[in-house]
């Protein structure tokens, strides 16, 4: 057990290519850092370089207080789970598991005992005399977890773990991993570029885009508070709806205009976000779907009216698409970036020329694309974001 | 599914036996008679090899090389087997250790080539292939001459040095062929495992090898056994001929003893003949597995 601080790491290969740019985090004992970030954001590169599988070009990495840049792989005390298992074919599980502890010259009655305890551990014990071409996916995963957990080392470094199970499994072993590192307490480094795994395995969760980390903070933090406009829509899912919006003097108030819709600011959150200098000024708002909802009697400020375009049921809510009548991101945009990447059907521009927005209605309402819809938020849930540097608007 | 557990390469799903089916019965019959057609071809020489190896001498004649022996005789195997039978031994001599060497070398070159990459590798590499053109006889004097200069022990020993060096471009590229579709994931578990180079070449790449030391002994074992050049530059010494020598010697000065020299030809071909016929199976598995993957 042992924190890792990594200071101004960077990676630039012999290309030019600089795959981890700076990446400072202190992750403490027995804590799981989810790193997450679309794919080719520097994620596992960065886990390479804490792994000793790649070479730190800067900066330095400290495992347990020791300065680790130069002590090779074997001597780091770290176990690594790869995304496709790396499981040896030609042994059988538990040569498999046991292969670590056979190399550190342990005896063969406590690598024997070991290793059916970790099997125990990870419910595969009847399977240790098989061979890895007769496990299912989910076998091979646990082995592979088998072979990280026997060796009882300092630190866990996982490379998206799950990524070749079915969803069902996924949804699983998710809870097992995570279960299973807490009651291990060994510190924990977890690439994945699924956020919903971000999001619930994480002790705290770091977001990485090109190289550069976004923000570091819980899962419940990353999401109230995204740091800018790249996390707000890369958490999330389905993503945060996004306008560029003005922000206007209304009396001795503010108000934020959306389009043809006119909201006003209560001077408290105007005070905690800091809005009072960006009065006259364009910003980019956002509303996340569940916090936009179909209006009820009454409060009609703040309605967005339009027409229903695509309707998606998944039974607990009612997700409803439309087009509303205000700005989009600018292109180029982190945002328009990540939502083109991963939710390419959901895309940013409505078909009537608006702004595609999301939100989540009542489940079993007969909602059908072409009803017309009034919806409504609430202007505390609103988010604040620059349009010139997409960092978050709040008070200083 | 893209599980990497490496495991060897599978069998490939053979096809060939619907492939005719599914063209229509009527054009399978021709497709049958010009197959046929082609292997009488190929197999007349091996027939006239046969029947003529069971003759007695006076029976061979141009005018009847076709028919059947009158009287079957195994005289001439049996001579054949006298005068080739040290000569045999000696090719096994030459050709299991040249083999056995060429193979560990080639699966060495192949993993340092190919997974255990130095700074380099791709140039030597390169420069490596460079010794599968280089003709044996254009290094026919500098490489006797470099022996004697370097006093290696005349006979086999120089042979199957010389064997062993020519084979390192081909058994390494063998190797470092099939090694480049053992996913890298394995070897950065072992890595992490904390198996250094000996120890993960020993107990993960040596594991998976098989069918890359089965392609490359056969190839190696075949090309060794039939070397007819090598040996009768780097043998003066009679005694210590392969096979390939002695077949060449026993051609008569006067008269051609055709029967000896067919029953000869054939002995000496046996051993290679049985590798291909035992082997033959995984050596064609091997180069696939290689060809589609690479």
Not at chain 1, 103 to 112: D, I, T
Not at chain 1, 129 to 154: C, F, I, T
Request: aromatic share 8%; charged share 20%.
């Amino acid at each position: 057990m042992a924190e890792i601080v990594v200071n101004e790491l960077s990676k630039r290969y012999a290309n030019g290519f600089e795959a981890v740019k700076g990446l400072s985090l202190e992750i403490a004992e027995g804590e799981l850092l989810v790193l997450v970030g679309p794919s080719g954001c520097g994620k596992t590169t960065a886990l390479r370089m804490i792994a000793g599988l790649e070479d730190i070009t800067s900066g330095d990495l400290y495992i347990g207080g020791r300065r680790m840049n130069d002590v090779p792989e074997k001597d780091r005390d770290i176990a690594m789970v790869f995304q496709n298992y790396a499981l040896y074919p030609h042994m059988t599980v538990a040569q498999n598991i046991g292969f670590s502890l056979k190399l550190s010259k342990r005896p063969r009655r406590e690598v024997r005992e070991r290793v059916r305890e970790t099997a125990r551990l990870l419910a595969i014990d009847s399977l240790l005399d098989r061979r890895p071409k007769q496990l299912s996916g989910g076998q091979r995963q646990r082995v592979a977890m088998g072979r990280a957990v026997v060796r009882e080392p300092q630190v866990f470094l996982m490379d998206e773990p799950l990524s070749n199970l079915d969803a069902k499994l996924r949804v699983q072993m998710r809870g097992e991993i995570e279960s299973l590192q807490k009651r291990l307490g060994v510190t924990t480094v977890y690439v994945t570029h699924d956020q919903v795994e971000a999001m619930t395995m994480g002790d705290r969760v770091a977001v990485l885009r090109d190289g550069l980390l976004q923000q570091v903070d819980t899962p419940t933090n990353v999401y109230d508070r995204p740091a800018n406009l790249f996390v707000a829509g890369f958490i999330g899912s389905p993503p945060m709806n996004l306008a560029q919006a003005q922000v206007e003097q209304d009396g001795d108030g503010l108000a934020v205009a959306l389009g043809p819709t006119k909201v006003r600011v209560p001077r408290e959150l105007a005070a905690a976000r800091g809005l009072a200098t960006w009065a006259g000024k364009s910003v980019i708002v956002g509303i996340r779907p569940e916090d936009l909802h179909e209006r009820r009697n009454g409060r009609s400020e703040g309605a967005l009216r339009a027409e229903i375009e695509r309707v998606e049921a998944l039974g607990a809510t009612l997700l409803g698409y439309f087009s509303v009548d205000v700005e989009p991101p600018p292109t180029g945009s982190a945002v328009a970036v990540v939502t083109g990447e991963t939710l390419a059907d959901a895309p940013l521009v409505g078909s009537t020329g608006g702004t595609m927005f999301c939100a989540t209605f009542e489940p079993r309402t007969a909602l059908r694309p072409g009803a017309s819809v009034e919806t409504t938020f609430d202007v505390e849930r609103l988010h604040f974001f620059d349009p010139d540097t997409e960092a978050a608007v709040w008070a200083e | 599914m893209s599980t990497t557990s490496a495991a060897p390469p599978a069998p490939l799903p053979i096809r060939s036996r619907r492939w005719f089916a599914r063209r229509g019965s009527r054009v399978a019959p021709l497709k049958y008679l010009g197959l046929l057609l082609v292997a009488i071809v190929v197999l007349m020489p091996v027939y006239v090899l046969l029947v003529t190896s069971f003759k007695t001498l006076t029976e061979i004649d141009a005018a009847h090389a076709w028919s059947l022996p009158s009287s079957w005789t195994l005289d001439a195997w049996r001579q054949a087997w006298d005068e080739l039978s040290p000569n045999m031994a000696n090719s096994f001599k030459l050709a299991i250790p040249a083999t056995l060497i060429s193979v560990v070398l080639g699966s060495l070159n192949g993993f340092v080539l190919s997974k255990w990459r130095f700074p380099g590798a791709d140039v030597v590499f390169t420069f490596l292939l460079f010794g599968m053109f280089i003709p044996y006889q254009a290094v026919m004097i500098p490489l006797t001459q470099l022996f004697d200069d370097a006093n290696v022990p005349t006979g086999i020993p120089r042979l199957v040095f010389a064997h062993v060096v020519y084979g390192i471009p081909i058994t390494a590229l063998i190797f470092r062929n099939y090694y480049a579709t053992i996913p890298d994931d394995l070897l950065e578990a072992a890595r992490m495992d904390r198996a250094g180079m000996f120890r993960t070449y020993w107990s993960i790449i040596l594991p998976l090898s098989a069918p890359a030391f089965v392609v490359a002994a056969i190839w190696q074992f075949t090309s060794i056994w039939n070397d007819f050049l090598f040996a009768v530059f780097l043998i003066t010494d009679p005694v210590s001929w392969p096979v390939t020598v002695a077949l060449n010697n026993t051609t008569g000065s006067l008269v051609t003893p055709f029967n000896l020299q067919m029953a000869a030809a054939l002995l000496a071909s046996l051993p290679t003949l049985l590798v291909y016929i035992l082997l033959g199976r995984y050596f064609m598995r091997g180069l696939m597995a290689g060809a589609l993957k690479g």
